[in-house]
């Protein structure tokens, strides 16, 4: 039996429909929705009215008049997008498409806490939404990424061992009470992962993520939907046991974790070592770039090393896409064949059968994208919109 939408559907499933960006007449969306086209007027009014769409002419099949068509309007509202990582922040006024529109980076280190960092960030954003001539009332949501676990429900924080002074600490409040939009909070590798899925126009729903970075993680997109586990802390690879006989103390207080072995820090200790200059996992890229053997050597092993972890995940989850991001992916090629050298040898045929593994495609700006991302599939979630167009 067909199922009577006239008293379920509202605006928000019209506007679900328009947000592939074609425009489509009243006939058009009466025919997809199986609403009367009285009720379809009527939520057309109310998503012209919130300015969520914008009208259009549309050629007439017969050569008539044409019919007035109405599609999504991208530049309805903004998005604000913050990836905070451990010595870094990169921040982002986004379009409701997702398309960047202003975007500054700096040095910035996290240990400094919660209310100079996020101060920075506030007056950034603001900075951003005057280079392209839009105002906090533009604003829909705000997203932001921390570089340690996080309890997306609350958007705090919890135990982050990078982080002091933040452990608890109501980010989406702070802002909240500044701009009064909704806020969300994640950690930088899941809206990393949203971001790389966004990028690849959705078309790969099981996708695993890993920043190779300060620190080591990953981001699981499972069935299309970002995976975070009972309590956020899905994905945290970087502190499982490798074997290791040098018994490698890990700041978690464990040995022999995975990114106290591989990650950017470890390389740069190894190498300062040798006597080289290298103070962090940039410094380490650099000497790469630079054909240093040293840093060339440590990056294959770190990819080997990370490889070997991966391997596991790619038997257990049987990911379509493997996507290593972070500063070190900066090193190219020697990581890559590292990582893949290891996947595939240790890993099944049929798990590796259709298996790409490759870097980022978005870079340093990965972690914005997804901030934005996520924030605009919350926005415009069914029951938002519903919300917005019944207002």
């Given at each position: ?5 006239s ?13 592939d ?43 008539g008049?044409p019919a007035t068509a ?7 509202r ?13 921040v ?16 910035l ?23 392209c ?23 705090k924080?919890?135990n ?28 930088d590798v ?9 990028a ?8 695993i993520?890993v ?11 499972s ?12 994905g ?37 070592s040798?006597g ?5 996992g940039?410094d ?8 240093n053997?040293?840093a060339?050597?440590?990056v294959?092993?770190s ?11 790619v ?46 495609e ?13 924030v605009?599939e919350h926005?415009?979630?069914l ?5 917005s167009?019944?207002?």
């Amino acid at each position: 039996m067909t199922q009577d939408l006239s008293s379920s559907s509202g605006a928000g499933t019209v506007l679900s429909i328009l947000r592939d960006g074609r425009a489509r007449t009243r006939a058009e969306l009466v025919q997809l929705t199986g609403l009367a086209r009285s009720t379809v007027s009527q939520r057309i009014d109310a998503l012209l009215l919130q300015g969520w769409i914008v009208p259009t002419d549309s050629a007439a099949p017969s050569g008539g008049r044409p019919a007035t068509a109405f599609s999504f309007n991208r530049s309805a509202r903004v998005t604000l997008a913050a990836d905070l990582g451990v010595t870094h922040a990169r921040v982002a006024v986004a379009d409701l498409g997702g398309a960047i529109l202003a975007e500054r980076a700096t040095d910035l280190s996290i240990s400094q806490g919660p209310e100079p960092t996020l101060t920075w960030v506030l007056d950034s954003f603001d900075d951003l939404l005057a280079e392209c001539g839009r105002t906090r009332g533009d604003v829909c949501g705000v997203g932001i990424g921390l570089p340690g676990p996080v309890e997306h429900e609350t958007g705090k924080a919890v135990n982050p061992p990078i982080m002091p002074n933040w452990d608890g600490f109501p980010v989406p409040d702070w802002f909240g009470s500044r701009l009064g939009v909704p806020v969300l909070v994640d950690n930088d590798v899941n809206i990393m992962a949203l971001g790389e899925q966004w990028a690849a126009q959705l078309e790969t729903e099981h996708l695993i993520f890993v920043k190779m970075g300060t620190g080591i993680g990953c981001g699981i997109i499972s069935g299309g939907r970002l995976h975070r586990g009972a309590e956020g802390a899905a994905g945290d690879i970087g502190h499982i046991r490798v074997p290791n006989i040098n018994q490698v103390q890990c700041r978690c207080g464990n040995i022999d974790c995975l990114e106290a072995i591989a990650g950017g820090d470890a390389l740069a200790a190894q190498l300062r070592s040798f006597g080289l200059n290298a103070s962090d996992g940039r410094d380490v890229v650099r000497l790469v770039k630079e054909g240093n053997t040293q840093a060339i050597h440590l990056v294959r092993q770190s990819g080997r090393e990370v490889g070997s972890v991966l391997a596991s995940i790619v038997n257990f989850f049987n990911p379509g896409l493997v996507v290593i991001g972070g500063d070190l992916a900066e090193a190219g090629d020697h990581l890559l064949a590292g990582v893949r050298e290891v996947i595939y040898a240790r890993s099944l045929p049929l798990a590796t059968k259709r298996l790409s593994i490759h870097a980022s495609e978005l870079g340093d700006r990965a972690g914005v994208m997804g901030a934005a991302a996520m924030v605009i599939e919350h926005v415009l979630a069914l029951e938002s919109a519903e919300q917005s167009g019944s207002a």
